[in-house]
């Protein structure tokens, strides 16, 4: 059952808390102690008080006895209090410890892990987690008691004793096979619970989509698939752990069979009294329900410690892209970014750049055009580090990017991407997102810059209006100049917008624009159009083609080249090569 390994896990976690946790074991001990004296009291309730009618030593038995049990309840009750602090504490540090690692994974990682199955691996695996530890002590409890109790049959007996300690050791070991297995089954079904809030996280997300295509039959007829798959895993996984749970309960109750024929056997001939036989036998159906306990709380181990191989899978997921140990600070943005001979694959049938070099000068308005899938968003990407080129280098003031820290080099980049993600808080904070120590008044100025203000000002709450989840409440428009306004709020010395006017009308986007076109005096600016009359205010086009530059230079030098650039300005002219009167737009 891989315990070792779950107990070896744990312990990271536990730690910080060792103490609480030898405190509660120390009550689960103390616990299954006077558990098993109430049980062997008996016989000297029997033999040396109720025979020979002691009546002092039966008062002071029982009042042993009352003194033991107050002990016992203040104890059991501090124990609890204990116990939901130690549990909280480990989880929450396990919940912690993944969090912290997931903001350190790339986006490689993003790209490849459903989102729900993530989400998952926090609720539902760090609480089987939690769980085993709630059982785990009532195991530990278990555990105790039917040592206390194997002892004092010892005692009472031996030859009794003996045969009950062999029949209770072919207990414990009897499940373990099946143990194995249903850790690798329960592992199965917690994949698969993943699988399947990853579907019901998808259909939310994709609702208006479902029901613009009429996807709905698709969408129930693809779950119940899902739960199909989920019940056949559940039935194997769920039986074997209650097999776990069964096969020593049926083993104990021929060990006591056999326990009772003997013992009676020994009293009938007088080799053990009647209070030993009574012990004995209160001792024996004690241990019985020690065991039962002992078995019912298995499979929550067991569950916890799939729960917990999974949350080990994620913790070991190596960021693709990581600070070098010797990672210098990028100085702030002086020359130019070279990107030389840089190829880059999502994977290996996704290609994103081959053969790419290019410079972008300090202060140049760049912009890269091409179509759909030809790599523009890759460069960005690249050039955020996002990604890490697989071959060549990107050179930032004769720096290589993968030996700086990736903060130093975002911390100089504002960008505005294709998809706008926004926080579900309210705008003046999405936009402070930007920057985190923006005034109210810095969040105004670059709200104004991106022509959201004067709407902004319309809302009834204004600028603590709620944006709502992913931006839900705004307009695509309004969600990309929001997007803009935070880019723009941390004053960057590169501004990079992925198609970020895309979404606007055009006198809003010529409002932008012209922001753009101020901003752009101060600062490098790179954009990535699809409308080519936007690249008429560029110092610099870089045309793409499957994933590699195919032209640059302006837009004059283009156009005289007569290649990819000089047919996409005629498809936007209606055939006028020679058209510059969009330039204004
Ligand atoms: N996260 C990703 N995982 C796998 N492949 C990707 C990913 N992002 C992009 N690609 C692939 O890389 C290639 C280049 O994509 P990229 O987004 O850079 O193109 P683009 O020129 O920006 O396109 P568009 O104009 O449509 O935004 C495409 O073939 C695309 O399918």
Redesign the pocket.
């Known amino acids: 059952m891989n315990l070792i390994w779950f107990f070896k896990q744990l312990n990271k976690y536990i730690a910080p808390y060792r103490w609480l946790g030898i405190l509660l074991i120390a009550r689960g001990l103390f616990e299954a102690a006077f558990d098993s004296s109430i049980r062997i009291s008996l016989k000297f309730i029997i033999d040396a008080a109720i025979i020979p009618q002691n009546y002092h030593l039966l008062i002071l038995i029982l009042l042993l006895l009352g003194a033991g049990a107050i002990l016992f309840v203040f104890i059991g009750l501090l124990g609890d209090f204990w116990a939901a602090r130690f549990n909280i504490s480990v989880t929450n540090n396990i919940r912690s410890t993944l969090f912290v690692r997931l903001q350190n994974l790339s986006?490689e990682f993003f790209?490849r892990r459903s989102a729900g199955d993530i989400v998952n691996c926090f609720s539902a695996d760090t609480e089987k987690v939690e769980n085993s530890l709630l059982y785990g002590f009532i195991l530990i409890l278990e555990l105790g008691s039917i040592l206390f109790s194997a002892i004092f049959m010892f005692s009472l007996n031996w030859q009794l004793g003996l045969i009950s300690c062999i029949g209770l050791t072919v207990c414990v070991l009897a499940p373990a096979k099946i143990g194995q297995k249903a850790t690798e089954q329960n592992y199965q079904l917690r994949d698969k619970r993943g699988e399947i809030a990853n579907v019901v996280q998808e259909n939310i997300l994709s609702q208006s989509v479902i029901k613009l295509f009429g996807l709905q039959p698709r969408s129930i007829k693809n779950f119940h698939d899902n739960l199909q798959d989920l019940k056949k895993v559940y039935v194997q996984a769920t039986f074997s752990s209650y097999l776990v749970q069964r096969i020593p309960t049926l083993v104990f109750v021929f060990v006591q069979l056999i326990v009772i024929s003997i013992g009676a056997v020994m009293t009938y001939r007088n080799m053990i009294t009647v209070g030993t036989l009574a012990s004995f036998q209160v001792l024996l159906v004690g241990l019985n329900l020690n065991i039962l306990s002992f078995t019912f709380s298995l499979p929550y181990l067991i569950e916890g410690i799939a729960g917990m191989q999974r949350i080990n899978i994620l913790l070991a997921e190596i960021p693709q892209v990581e600070d070098a140990p010797d990672a210098v600070e990028l100085s702030p943005f002086s020359r130019e970014i070279c990107f030389n001979n840089v190829n880059f694959s999502?994977?290996s049938e996704?290609?994103?750049v081959s053969n790419l070099s290019l410079t972008i000068k300090k202060g140049d308005f760049v912009v890269f055009v091409?179509?759909?899938?030809?790599?523009?968003?890759?460069?960005v990407?690249l050039l955020t580090r996002l990604y890490d080129p697989d071959k060549g280098q990107i050179i930032f003031d004769s720096i290589d990017l993968r030996s700086c820290t990736q903060k130093s080099l975002r911390d100089q980049i504002g960008l505005v991407s294709?998809e706008v993600i926004l926080f579900n808080t309210s705008i003046r904070e999405n936009i402070r997102m930007g920057y985190l120590e923006a005034t109210d008044e810095e969040v105004e100025i670059a709200a104004k810059n991106a022509e959201i203000h004067e709407f902004i000002l319309t809302l009834p709450q204004g600028y603590d209006t709620p944006v709502g989840d992913r931006g839900g409440q705004l307009s695509g428009g309004q969600r990309q100049r929001i997007a803009l306004a935070r880019a723009l709020v941390r004053n960057p010395a590169i501004l990079i917008l992925?198609?970020a006017t895309s979404a606007l009308d055009l006198v809003t986007e010529a409002g932008i624009l012209a922001t753009i076109d101020r901003l752009a005096k101060e600062r490098t600016v790179i954009m990535?159009t699809?409308r080519i009359t936007q690249a008429l205010r560029a110092d610099k086009i870089f045309v793409?083609e499957n994933?590699t530059i195919v032209a640059s230079g302006n837009h004059t030098e283009l156009l005289k080249k007569e290649g990819v650039y000089a047919t996409l300005w005629q498809q936007m002219n209606g055939g006028n090569s020679n058209s510059t009167e969009i330039a204004s737009v």
């Open positions: 986006m790209g999502y994977s996704r290609k994103g091409g179509q759909s899938g030809a790599g523009k968003s890759t460069i990407n294709q992925d198609e990535i699809h793409l994933g």
